[in-house]
């Protein structure tokens, strides 16, 4: 289990979401409308007749349904990777890992004589869906919305001679990271691990303070020590716009995969 599993959130600033996706009626929701009209109308009694499963009624309105989605957002799709991607993996300095069909994406690279492993995730999109109800036909809001909108990071930093690890949660927004919390694990394997196990020992111990708590001073070096690495206005920038990159991928991946289902 991801250490972001409970907290994630990630507004897409995409003219799907601005133009398509209000609070009230969104694309993802008018594929069910079918559905939910159904389930209010007066229901026909079971008899022999009725269709074998995968002929059902409704198949052939759904599917039409979201080959009009999916023509929409091929459209909107942006195919070729953001320039953005492209000057991370010329700069040979991290490393991107990203499985297609996870909602996690994770960047790595060494520093010195330690491993430094960043997560992100683009799961949990309704509510900045919501979020962005009111920016509805504006493009530059919808810039700044990609920016804005706080996405959880999970930073941790091991050290292959040394037992232990530090764990950093941040939140990337407006072009920055801002720390919440630094965390110091004996056993650097429970603060990499993404397991239940995991999961469960870290429940209970000791996360270290609210880092706004700090002294001001111990703040700023240790965002000077974050900086050093790496974790920089120029990483804060490419998370989201890659993040919106991604969202977009696997959402037609989902419609294609939904439609293909339910066609067979």
Known sequence: MSVLRAVRKLAVPSSRILAKHSPLISARARILTPFSAAMTAP?????????RFGEGTADGALSA???????????????????????LKNAGIWAIEDVPGNDE????RKFGNEHIRLIFSIADLQSGDE?????????SASEDAT??????????IT??????????????????????????????????????????KRRGLYVGPQFETLDLGL????????QERGINESLAL????????????????????VKTFIDA
């Open 159 to 200: 050290k292959p001679s040394v037992s232990g690890s530090l764990s950093i949660d941040a939140v990337c927004q407006e072009g920055q990271f801002v720390v919440e919390n630094v965390s110091f694990y004996s056993d650097s394997k429970l603060a990499t691990d993404l397991t239940a196990e995991a999961d469960w």
């Open 131 to 139: 979020s962005l109800g009111n920016l509805e036909g504006e493009d």
């Open 219 to 226: 703040q700023e070096e240790f965002e000077k020590f974050l």
């Open 105 to 108: 994406i994770t960047l790595k």
């Open 43 to 51: 229901r026909a009694s079971f008899s022999a007749s009725a269709h």
């Open 147 to 156: 920016a804005s909108y706080p996405l959880r990071c999970s930073l941790t």
């Open 65 to 87: 349904k979201i080959s009009e989605e999916l023509t929409y957002e091929k459209e909107e799709e942006i195919v070729e990777e953001p320039e953005s991607l492209k000057e």
């Open 238 to 257: 490419f998370v989201p716009e890659y993040a919106q990159h991604k969202e977009q991928k696997e959402y037609v991946d989902w419609l294609s995969n």
